[in-house]
């Protein structure tokens, strides 16, 4: 699995890398960021497959920023 993280507001969006599609630049809708490519959506805090044609999950990060620094782990 990547490690590419996107830290868009807050949240984490990780890169399937199975797939290499771009989903750090998917569309937010709620809790769930859908897949430019394929339009599979992804709930954000699990990494949960929401909408086919996903066919699992994403790795999900914890991302929270301090003192203008943003750190990245894993769940």
């Not at 989903?23 to 954000?44: I, R, Y």
């Not at 949960?48 to 769940?75: C, I, K, N, T, W």
């Amino acid at each position: 699995m990547s490690e590419t993280v996107s830290e868009r507001g807050g949240i984490r969006v990780a890169w399937p890398a199975d797939v290499e599609a771009p989903l750090p630049e998917g569309e937010l809708e709620g809790g769930t960021v859908v897949c430019p490519w394929h339009s599979s959506g992804f709930c954000l805090r699990t990494g949960e497959a929401l909408e086919a044609p996903a066919a699992g999950p994403v790795e999900a990060f914890a991302v929270h920023g301090m003192d203008g620094e943003v750190f990245v782990s894993r769940q």
